[in-house]
């Protein structure tokens, strides 16, 4: 840092330059409602090697960098501070806070990009000659000085104080959605998966303006830049996509199509996140997380017969009993989640996907479309308690139960088919399934306690086509009221194999033992 400077009267009181802090005291105290200019001016530069990873926002071609990455970072930031519990406590610390509770008014202030408010945006970036500058914001300008290429950016719209900035030498892909420009920049080599990308945005588009509200803004771009960095991140009309991730993904017609999967979810942040921020408190990223896996999940389930699609809910069900079986603290409700990916992720995708099966997709909707009339590009943050509510106001009373075992607790499975059998019944088969049915909900350090169930469960029959290609034949929810039941349903074709919760809509800790082999009596 060169220079950094106030326009108040202040004075540096201490400095770390080991950690790049700095601690400022203004002559006079900033009351609320005050403004305060901040002018800075520094230099971001690697010179040799390091002894860890490299700098992998800066390259040569292909840059992504936040304001994060470049703008002094003011007040206290928590999320620096040491996190694991083994380093906490050899230096004597004691376990580190997580977000604040849910119910802690001053928290919920500030949005889930640690701010109050939305801001304009107006940016001017440099780069190399032959290369492509994109910030959120419309271009207004662009021009060559000094062999630097310039561009000028600057949005219309009101935008929370986040965004990228990306450069790279790129190839675009045009295309339009109503009146939105779509765009993917991306390296001449990787145009594999642009195709899908343009269906998955405007696929997206058309459901989320058709169930929630209108898109924002008048562009939507996504922005490759090269696989150091493994994710894909949205910021206002703008998605910076890596390009393992993506662009260099090559899909198995038997497996995830995890491009336009992405993609989707990426999209959806326009809704969940930038339209609708929740509050930065536990709880909070049921919303932007939860809510962005919905709506992707949306896509799929429009597009897909059961068994593909519960390929999705399968991988969704393993990396969520895979995260909690690695929790070193506690695990959270979705309710209160707490900086758990697999908890806001996984486990909300489950939650999400089996309110809609159960209620009506369409009852789901209405919930967020009021959500998104409420709360919707103001500077109002919701908690996790608003949405639940509103959940629960379009769930009939004897189904209650469901979104509180859903979001506020932590509930699991143990479901099972024990030796079905079938026999031929005139022109069908009767097919007989004894099933098991146990419930547990558990605590925050995983004591289990069994509970009655009551819940809707689907049972499925499947059959092979003449290609060897397993297909349901019938896939209905039943309810059960024990734990031992045994179901005897009629099916046209000869079935091959019955399972309980066959698509995985439920948290299952064990899905082997969910389908089993009917034997032909």
């Known amino acids: 840092m060169k220079k950094l400077t106030f326009n108040r009267a202040h004075k540096l009181k201490k400095e770390y330059p080991d950690y790049f802090v700095r ?15 901040l002018t800075y001016k520094g230099t971001r530069r690697q010179t040799g090697f390091l002894n860890g990873s490299a700098d992998a926002q800066f390259v040569a071609n292909g840059t992504f960098i936040t304001n994060t990455d470049i703008f002094p970072l003011t007040g206290y930031i928590r999320g620096f501070e040491l996190q694991d519990l083994a380093d906490r406590k050899k230096r004597g610390l004691h376990e580190a806070e997580g977000l604040p509770e849910r119910s802690n008014q ?33 271009l207004q300008k662009q021009w060559v000085k000094n062999k630097r290429a310039y561009f000028y950016y600057k949005t219309a719209e009101q935008v929370f104080p986040f965004f990228s900035v990306v450069s790279g030498r790129y190839k675009v892909k045009r295309d339009k959605y109503k009146n939105i420009n779509l765009e993917v920049f991306y390296h001449p080599d990787h145009s594999y998966n642009v195709p899908v990308m343009m269906k998955s945005l405007k696929d997206g588009l058309a459901y989320n303006e058709a169930n929630f509200s209108p898109y924002q803004y008048r562009q ?59 509050a930065n408190v536990k709880g909070g990223q049921m919303y932007s997380e939860g809510l962005a896996q919905y709506s992707a999940l949306m896509l799929l389930k429009h597009q897909l017969a059961p068994v593909e699609l519960s390929r999705y809910l399968k991988y969704e069900l393993d990396a969520y009993l895979k995260g909690r079986s690695r929790e070193q603290k506690k695990e959270n409700s979705l309710y209160n989640t707490d900086n758990q990916p697999y908890v806001h992720y996984q486990k909300a995708t489950l939650a999400y996907f089996y309110l809609q099966d159960l209620i009506g997709e369409e009852k789901i909707n209405r919930a967020l479309k009021k959500l998104l009339i409420n709360y919707g590009l103001t500077d109002k943050y919701p908690t996790s308690d608003v949405l639940v509510n509103y959940l629960k106001a379009e769930t ?31 022109a069908q088969y009767q097919v007989t399934i004894p099933i098991q049915t146990t419930k547990y909900y558990t605590d925050a350090v995983g004591i289990e306690k069994k509970t009655p169930i009551r819940d809707y469960i689907d049972v499925g029959i499947f059959t092979q086509d003449v290609n ?44 082997e033992d969910n389908q089993a082999v009917v034997s032909i009596n």
């Open 23 to 37: 601690i400022y005291q203004f002559n006079a105290p900033i009351v609320p409602g005050d403004t305060v200019r």
């Open 106 to 138: 001053p928290a919920q202030k500030y949005s889930l990009f640690g701010g109050i408010g939305r801001t304009s945006l107006d940016v001017t970036v440099s780069t190399e000659p032959d290369q492509t500058v994109i910030v959120p914001g419309y």
């Open 220 to 278: 939507i771009r996504i922005l490759e830049f090269p696989k150091y960095r493994s994710f894909a991140q949205s910021f206002p009309g703008t998605v910076p996509f890596s390009e393992d991730r993506g662009f260099l993904y090559q899909h198995d017609p038997e497996k995830l199509d995890m491009t336009y999967y992405v993609t989707a979810h990426e999209l959806s942040h326009q809704w969940w996140g930038h339209q609708v921020g929740e």
């Open 396 to 426: 009939p009373d004897s189904l209650q139960f469901v979104v509180d075992d859903l979001f506020k607790k932590i509930t699991i499975f143990e479901n099972r088919v024990i030796n079905p059998t079938a026999k031929k019944v005139g």
């Open 468 to 511: 060897g290609k397993e297909k349901l034949v019938y896939l209905q929810k039943l309810k059960f009221s024990k734990d031992q039941t045994t179901v005897v349903i009629m099916v046209k074709d000869k079935p091959t194999k019955a399972g309980i919760d066959p698509i995985y809509k439920l948290i299952d800790r064990n899905t």
